[in-house]
C-alpha cells in the first residue's frame, strides 16, 4: 500500500468527495425561487409558533358580553365586512369567502354570533335565508384588528421607502392572486415523497 492511499493511522484514507454537480432543472437553478420559499417557510414558522397563539388567545379571552373571543370570530368579521360591500351576506357566502366547507362557516358564524359581533336578520330577498351584519361591537373588533395589523406591518417596514412599500404591496398581491386561483394540493406533496423515493 502506497503512502498516497492510506491515512496517517494506516488505514485506507476516505475517497474525496465529489462535487454536487449543478442542477439542470431551471426550477431548481432559480435563487430567487429557493429564496423565496425559505423565506415563506420562515414567515410560516414566526406567525404559528405557539407562545405567539397563546398570547393572542388571552388578550382576546373577553370580548363582547364577557364571551371569549376567538381568531375564528376575526375572520369571520372580515368576511362579513368585505361582503357587506359587495352584496347580501349569508353563510354559503362566507364559507366560499372563507374557502370552507358551509358546515363549518355555519358553526364559525354561529360562534361570532354568540360572541356578539355578527348580526343574522331575514333576507329582504329570500325570507328562508338569513342576512348577516356586523354589530356594532363586530364593527370596532373590525376597526381594532386594522389598526393593529397595520401597525405591526409599519414596524416591520419603517425603514423602508414610500416606493418599496408600494413595490412590496403590488408584488405581493400579485403573488397572493396567482396563489389563490392555483392553490397547493395534497398530490403536489404526495409526488414529493414518490419521486424522492424512486431512486
Known amino acids: 500500500m502506497t503512502r498516497e492511499n492510506s491515512s496517517p493511522l494506516g488505514r485506507p484514507a476516505?475517497?474525496?468527495?465529489?462535487?454536487?454537480?449543478?442542477?439542470?432543472?431551471?426550477?431548481?437553478a432559480d435563487p430567487a425561487l429557493a429564496e423565496i420559499s425559505l423565506a415563506l417557510f420562515?414567515?410560516?414558522?414566526?406567525?404559528?409558533?405557539?407562545?405567539?397563539?397563546?398570547?393572542?388567545?388571552?388578550?382576546t379571552s373577553s370580548g363582547p358580553g364577557a364571551r371569549p373571543l376567538q381568531l375564528s370570530?376575526?375572520?369571520?368579521?372580515?368576511?362579513?365586512?368585505?361582503?357587506?360591500?359587495?352584496?347580501?351576506?349569508?353563510?354559503?357566502?362566507?364559507?366560499e369567502r372563507l374557502e370552507?366547507?358551509?358546515?363549518?362557516?355555519?358553526r364559525l358564524v354561529g360562534h361570532a354570533i354568540d360572541a356578539g359581533l355578527v348580526s343574522r336578520r331575514p333576507s329582504p330577498v329570500d325570507a328562508r335565508r338569513a342576512n348577516l351584519g356586523l354589530t356594532a361591537a363586530g364593527?370596532?373588533?373590525?376597526?381594532?384588528?386594522?389598526?393593529?395589523?397595520?401597525?405591526?406591518?409599519?414596524e416591520l417596514m419603517a425603514d423602508w421607502t414610500p416606493d418599496e412599500r408600494t413595490?412590496?404591496?403590488?408584488?405581493?398581491?400579485?403573488?397572493?392572486?396567482?396563489?389563490?386561483?392555483?392553490?397547493?394540493?395534497?398530490?403536489?406533496?404526495?409526488?414529493?415523497?414518490?419521486?424522492?423515493?424512486?431512486?
Do not use: C
Request: net charge neutral.
Open 42 to 59: 420562515h414567515l410560516r414558522r414566526v406567525w404559528a409558533k405557539p407562545d405567539l397563539m397563546k398570547r393572542i388567545r388571552a388578550q
Open 167 to 199: 413595490d412590496f404591496a403590488r408584488l405581493l398581491t400579485r403573488f397572493t392572486d396567482a396563489a389563490a386561483r392555483a392553490p397547493m394540493e395534497a398530490d403536489r406533496v404526495d409526488r414529493i415523497f414518490e419521486e424522492a423515493h424512486a431512486d
Open 14 to 28: 476516505e475517497p474525496p468527495e465529489r462535487p454536487v454537480p449543478a442542477p439542470s432543472d431551471p426550477v431548481l
Open 100 to 106: 370552507i366547507d358551509p358546515s363549518t362557516a355555519s
Open 139 to 154: 364593527a370596532r373588533v373590525k376597526q381594532v384588528a386594522d389598526r393593529s395589523r397595520r401597525a405591526y406591518l409599519d
Open 73 to 95: 370570530n376575526l375572520m369571520v368579521v372580515h368576511a362579513v365586512a368585505a361582503l357587506n360591500a359587495e352584496a347580501e351576506v349569508t353563510v354559503g357566502a362566507v364559507a
